[in-house]
């Protein structure tokens, strides 16, 4: 069993910049790619980014050049770099971790606001 734990998030201004973090604990096979995705305001939740262990990751084309996801595997903690921050971005982030790449299968974080509001 995996457990995740996120921190960060809040209220940004537009154009400003945020950092996720997400600690794992659990199962090595389980935390093989992490990733972040969010739920806007009426709107499914979706992916915004995921890395695999060996550092490959993948980027939503609505944050790339903004976002950056990385992850530290000695801590089995992730991270996301958020710059250039709009007001569509606000949503609630939440944290996956999963053995292949597929979230419905895997872990989920509690999640944690990110508001960018002026």
């Known amino acids: 069993q995996v457990q995740l734990v996120e921190s960060g998030g809040g209220l940004v201004q537009p154009g400003g910049s945020s950092r996720l973090s997400c600690a794992a604990s659990?199962?090595?096979?389980?935390?093989?790619?992490m990733g972040w995705y969010r739920q806007r305001p009426g709107k499914q939740r979706e992916l915004v980014a995921t890395?695999?262990?060996?550092?490959?990751?993948n980027y939503a084309d609505s944050v790339k050049g903004r976002f950056t996801i990385s992850r530290d595997n000695a801590k089995n903690t992730m991270y996301l770099q958020m710059n250039s921050l709009k007001p569509e971005d606000t949503a609630v982030y939440y944290c996956?971790?999963?053995?292949?790449?597929?979230?419905?299968?895997?872990?989920w974080g509690q999640g944690t606001q990110v508001t960018v509001s002026s």
């Open positions: 890395i695999t262990r060996g550092g490959v990751t």
């Open positions: 659990g199962s090595m096979f389980s935390i093989n790619v």
């Open positions: 996956n971790v999963s053995p292949f790449g597929n979230p419905a299968v895997g872990a």
